[in-house]
């Protein structure tokens, strides 16, 4: 079974703390995704990443950063942790190169950040 | 611009009850569409895939069909249980963003009552 897993399930920031929340997944995937969830909105893609050091910009990046080093995994980094950024994250992987067709996207158990 | 809408919003059934989950989407041009669960405060786990080619897909009591012409999908779930009881997604692949920005829908709220 692919795995995904966020390293941490819920997270208590301050206002303009550096966060960074980890992303592993175990199936050799190229493309992995952060996402974030929040009520009336649905999920909102944030960045993606299709290869290793490879990312772009999803619909959302104002205030985050990303990387990815290894192919396995994918950080989501808040330079500054802001109020509004209260919000269930979701990351995600899944098979395919470039074109990143057809392919089942599989993804980890959320991780909760309240910031204060 | 694709947008996925779902229908209804919220359903509540008597356990054993068949029932069908609406999806629909705006423009055709999609690599494949996917059926997601949600539990409360957990992330999404893929229940069917159809690629665009495809007609329909089954898992267990599950059966998902696509009619990409018309921009509908159905999950048609077989004699429910409270355990299925959990938002349902669905989300499609656009062929013109590369398959990589999945849009989804906002989901239906299922509730299966013992």
């Known amino acids: 079974d692919v795995k995904v897993t966020q390293s941490s399930r819920y997270l208590v920031k301050r206002t303009g703390e550096k966060v960074f929340l980890e992303c592993v997944q175990d199936m050799d995937h190229e493309n992995m995704f952060w996402y974030r969830q929040d009520p009336g909105l649905g999920l909102r893609l944030i960045y993606f990443?299709?290869?290793?050091?490879?990312?772009e910009k999803g619909d959302i990046p104002e205030g985050y950063s990303v990387s990815r080093e290894k192919k396995e995994r994918f950080s989501l980094i808040l330079e500054s942790a802001s109020t509004n950024q209260t919000s269930m994250y979701l990351c995600?992987?899944?098979?395919?190169?470039?074109?990143?067709?057809?392919?089942?996207?599989?993804f980890g158990e959320g991780s909760w950040l309240t910031v204060v | 611009k694709q947008e996925v809408t779902q229908i209804p919003a919220a359903l509540s059934v008597p356990e054993g009850e068949n029932l069908v989950l609406n999806c629909s989407f705006t423009d055709s041009a999609i690599y494949n569409l996917q059926w997601f669960r949600q539990d409360p405060g957990k992330g999404l786990t893929s229940l069917l895939l159809?690629?665009?080619?495809?007609r329909e897909q089954t898992s267990g009591r599950l059966n998902a069909s696509l009619d990409k012409s018309s921009g509908r999908s159905t999950l048609y779930i077989a004699a429910s249980q409270p355990g299925d009881s959990a938002t349902y997604l669905c989300a499609v692949q656009p062929t013109t963003t590369g398959g990589f920005k999945t849009i989804f829908g906002a989901g239906t709220r299922l509730f299966v009552k013992a």
């Open positions: 995600a992987s899944s098979l395919g190169g470039l074109t990143g067709s057809g392919n089942t996207i599989y």
């Open positions: 159809i690629q665009s080619s495809q």
């Open positions: 990443s299709y290869d290793v050091k490879m990312k």
